[in-house]
């Protein structure tokens, strides 16, 4: 009568023994950067992911205060940015300072929404670069966005705005959709008409 072989018998033959590699050889040098490659790029692809995300939130929000029709006027714009966005975390900060007991520190949360907004008024007391919505060009292509491919925005019209100057926009970013640049070529062409018929 033939043995008959057991489970156990037939899943140590098909299982792979792990190799092992002396500590200092080639091999285990090969598999050491193989594996701090493998965990940079996963890092990398964290870190994009995640910056992506809040870009996309940054130009969402600005998607939802676009106008149905026309466009904002650049006091409604500074309006948008002073009274909504950058007020937008105060009712948590709010939350977190009543729930805090007298005496004791500020929680992790509260901290990182003070620098938070602290950050972001800086940044809008400085130049805050935001899609242009008082160009009528920028708006009409703005509105056909779908809300998830951030490579979209870059081809809109994007100004720069302040808190220090409320009148001052520089375009940042001219835009580089065919309509966004056949309007500034035709804008271009106005303002030289203006300044001939004039002069």
Known sequence: MAPTTTAKTDKSKTEKKEKLHHPSSRKAGQLARHALRKGKLGNLHTK????QNSMVDFYSFFYHACPEQGVLSL??????????????????????????RKGRPKSVKELKLEENKLREMEIYRTGMEVIDLTHPATVELFRRWDQKEVAFIQLLRFIRICSTDPTLVVVSRPGKHQSIVAAAQKEEADAMDVNEGTG
Not at 48 to 51: D, F, I, L, T, V
Not at 88 to 96: N, S, V
């Open 75 to 100: 006091e409604e714009l500074h309006h948008i940015v002073r009274d909504v966005w950058l007020t937008r975390f105060d009712e948590e900060l709010e939350t977190e300072r009543a729930a805090r």
């Open 48 to 51: 994009r992911h995640a910056k």
